[in-house]
C-alpha cells in the first residue's frame, strides 16, 4: 500500500478490475464523495486505536479507486496515496474476510515488493475490508509493522471491529451528504417554483387577457384581474358561479358549455360579448378547455378570452373599404389587376379580363403573373415586382407588351404600386391598350425620318445615321464611302412625261438601288433627283463596284451620275458630302452615266 513502486499487478486483480462488479464498486466508492478530502478526527482516532490495539508502528484507512489508493487516515505513514498496482489492501478487496501476511518475504505475492526488499522493509500486513451494505468493498483498514508477526484472535476481533466503525463513519457521513443534497435540491426547487409563480403572478396581474378556472360545480377558484375588471366585479370572483353576475339565460349558457367541455375533455374556442364600462359591447376569442389531474379525473375547466373588439373593427373596417375599392373598380375603364407575393393574379377585373384575353375572372386566378409578360420581359418585370414588394417606389406610365391568353401582344401603359389585398400585401396594376397610340407614333417617328415619296430616310435622318456609322467606323480603324447619285436629265424626263411619271422613276429607283446595296449600308434622299449612299467598311475599289452595280440598275432606260469620296480622319460629313458632290460634278461635265472620285 505504500510503496511508490511494486511488481505488476496479479492476475487476480487484473481480473477484479475488469469485472462488472469492479465498475460497480467504484460507482459505489463514488458516491461517498469521500476521495480527495481534507482529514477528519474520527477516521483519524480509528486508525490510531488500530495501530495501538494492534501493537504496530503503522496503521491506514485506504479507499482503492481505479488508478491508485488513496489514504483518508494514517498513522505513522508519510505518503497520501500510491498507484493501485503496488497497494497491499487492493488484495484485500477479493474477499470480504480479513487479509493477514505475518511474513511478507515469504508471501509469494509480496516477497520481490519493492516495499518489502526496500525502505521501509515491511514485513507484516493485516487489513480488515471495509464493505458497503451492498457488499462492495472499498478499500481496507489496514496496520503494518516492519518486522514479521501475527495478531491474536481478540486483536483480529478488534481490527474488525474498528473497519466496521470505520464503513460506519463513511456511511453516516455518505448519507449526511445525500441530506444536505436533498435540502439543497429542495430549496433549488422551492425557490424555482417561487420565482416561477411569481413570473406567472405577474404575467395574470399585467395582462389584458381574461385568464380563469373553474371548479366542477362552476364555482371560480382562480380569476386574474382583467377578468375582474371585464366583469366589474367588487371583491373579485372567487367562489362565485356565472350566476352571480350574469343573466340567468346567459349563465345557464355558460354552465351547459363548461359541462360539455368537462364530458367530452374536449376545448373549444368561440366567440363571447361582454357589456364594457362606456356602455358598448366588447367581442371576445374564448377558449375553454378541461383540466385532468395526474390520475386522469376531470377538476374542472380553464378559460382564456381575448378581447378582439379592436381587431373587429378594424376587420369590418378593412372589408367595407375592400367592398368600396372592389365596387370602383369593378366599373373602372383602366384594367385592374392584383398580384400576390407568390406573383400569382389573385384579382382581375372586368376591364382586365377582356384586355388579357380571358372569357371569365377564373381563368386569371391564381395565373402566374409571368405568363401575360413576353418571353423576353419577364426577367425585368420580375424584377420590378421583387422591387416593388420590398418597398421600392411605384411605377408609373411605363411601357410593355401584354402576352394576351391567346397569345397576341398588344402594347399597354401600366402603372403599378404596393397594396394590400384582402389583407395581404400585393401588388396592384393598372393598364390600358395603348397599341393604337404606340402605332400612330411609330408612324410619326416614321415620317419625321423618311422621305414620303420613296420611303427612304431623308437628309436629317441619314445625316444623324451615318454620323453614328462614321464615330463606330473610326473607333475599329475601318473607313466608310459616302456618294452622291443624281439622276440624269430627271427635269426633261419629269417635262416630257409628267410628274406623275416623274415620281414613279424617283421611286422605281430607290426601289432598284436599294436591291444593289449591302446589309448595313445606309441609303437616303437628298432632295429633287439627288440620293445620298455611305458604305461603311469599304475600300474604294469595293465601293465603286457597289455604286457601278446602282448605275447599271437605273430603270426606264435612265442613267444616272455618281460622285464618291471617302470620309476623311478629321474631317466632318459636311465636309466628305459637300467633296462627294463636286465629284458628282465632275461626272456629269465629262458626259454623265459615270462615276466620278475625289
Known amino acids: 500500500m505504500l510503496p511508490s513502486k511494486g511488481p505488476p499487478e496479479t492476475r487476480d486483480d487484473q481480473l477484479i478490475r475488469a469485472s462488472d462488479s469492479e465498475s460497480e464498486r467504484l460507482a459505489a466508492l463514488d458516491s461517498f464523495g469521500i476521495l480527495d478530502t481534507p482529514p477528519e478526527k474520527a477516521f483519524d482516532d480509528l486508525t490510531s486505536l488500530a495501530a495501538h490495539v494492534c501493537g504496530v508502528p503503522m496503521s491506514a484507512v485506504s479507499l482503492v479507486d481505479a488508478e491508485r489508493q488513496w489514504f483518508k487516515a494514517r498513522h505513522g505513514v508519510d505518503a497520501t496515496e500510491t498507484s493501485r498496482e503496488l497497494s497491499f489492501c487492493a488484495h484485500a478487496l477479493q474477499s470480504p474476510e480479513l487479509l493477514e501476511i505475518p511474513d511478507t518475504t515469504q508471501d509469494s505475492r509480496f516477497a520481490d ?118 366583469t366589474r366585479i367588487e371583491g373579485g370572483l372567487i367562489g362565485l358561479t356565472d350566476h352571480d353576475f350574469f343573466d340567468a339565460a346567459l349563465a345557464d349558457d355558460y354552465r351547459r358549455n363548461d359541462r360539455q367541455i368537462m364530458a367530452t375533455r374536449q376545448s373549444q374556442v368561440f366567440s363571447e360579448y361582454l357589456d364594457h364600462a362606456d356602455g358598448s359591447v366588447h367581442t371576445f376569442r374564448s377558449t375553454k378547455f378541461p383540466l385532468i389531474d395526474d390520475g386522469g379525473a376531470v377538476f374542472g375547466i380553464g378559460g382564456v378570452s381575448t378581447d378582439v373588439t379592436e381587431l373587429a373593427r378594424a376587420r369590418t373596417a378593412h372589408a367595407r373599404a375592400e367592398a368600396r375599392w372592389r365596387a370602383l373598380v369593378e366599373q373602372s375603364p383602366v384594367a385592374v389587376i392584383v398580384v400576390d407575393v407568390k406573383g400569382a393574379v389573385s384579382y382581375a377585373n372586368p376591364e382586365a379580363i377582356t384586355l388579357c384575353g380571358a372569357r371569365t375572372a377564373d381563368q386569371l386566378d391564381s395565373l402566374p403573373a409571368l405568363e401575360l409578360v413576353t418571353g423576353s420581359l419577364r426577367t425585368t418585370a420580375q424584377a420590378m415586382l421583387d422591387e416593388i414588394l420590398a418597398g421600392g417606389p411605384p411605377l408609373r406610365a411605363r411601357r410593355g407588351v401584354l402576352r394576351r391568353l391567346d397569345d397576341t401582344e398588344i402594347i399597354v401603359e401600366f402603372s403599378a404600386t404596393v397594396a394590400h389585398h384582402s389583407g395581404m400585401q400585393s401588388v396592384q396594376i393598372e393598364m390600358h391598350d395603348v397599341s393604337a397610340v404606340a402605332a400612330t407614333e411609330a408612324a410619326l417617328k416614321q415620317s419625321a425620318s423618311t422621305d414620303a415619296l420613296t420611303g427612304l430616310l431623308n437628309r436629317r435622318a441619314w445625316d444623324a445615321r451615318v454620323e453614328s456609322l462614321v464615330a463606330e467606323t473610326r473607333n475599329r480603324g475601318v473607313s466608310v464611302t459616302v456618294a452622291v447619285i443624281d439622276l440624269d436629265n430627271f427635269k426633261a424626263y419629269n417635262d416630257r412625261k409628267g410628274h406623275t411619271a416623274g415620281d414613279t422613276l424617283l421611286r422605281d429607283f430607290a426601289t432598284a438601288a436599294g436591291a444593289s446595296l449591302r446589309r448595313g449600308d445606309v441609303f437616303g434622299r437628298w432632295g429633287g433627283e439627288e440620293f445620298l449612299v455611305a458604305l461603311p467598311d469599304t475600300t474604294l475599289g469595293q465601293a465603286e463596284i457597289v455604286l457601278n452595280r446602282i448605275r447599271c440598275g437605273m430603270p426606264s432606260s435612265q442613267t444616272c451620275s455618281i460622285g464618291y469620296t471617302t470620309v476623311g480622319h478629321e474631317e466632318t460629313l459636311l465636309e466628305s458630302v459637300v467633296r462627294a458632290d463636286k465629284a458628282l460634278y465632275e461626272a456629269k461635265m465629262r458626259g454623265r452615266n459615270q462615276l466620278s472620285r475625289l
Do not use: W
Open 113 to 230: 515488493h519493492p516495499m518489502v526488499i526496500g525502505d521501509p522493509l515491511l514485513r507484516f500486513y493485516a487489513g480488515a475490508p471495509l464493505i458497503t451494505a451492498d457488499g462492495h468493498a472499498l478499500g481496507a483498514l489496514c496496520v503494518l509493522d516492519v518486522k514479521p508477526g501475527a495478531l491474536t484472535t481478540l486483536q483480529r476481533q478488534h481490527l474488525q471491529i474498528l473497519a466496521d466503525q470505520v464503513m460506519s463513519n463513511l456511511e453516516l457521513r455518505r448519507q449526511a451528504r445525500l441530506f444536505a443534497a436533498e435540502v439543497r435540491a429542495r430549496l433549488d426547487a422551492d425557490s424555482a417554483y417561487r420565482r416561477q409563480q411569481r413570473m406567472l403572478d405577474g404575467v395574470l396581474r399585467h395582462t389584458d387577457v381574461l385568464i380563469y378556472a373553474k371548479d366542477v360545480d362552476g364555482h371560480y377558484v382562480t380569476a386574474n384581474p382583467a377578468v375582474e375588471r371585464a
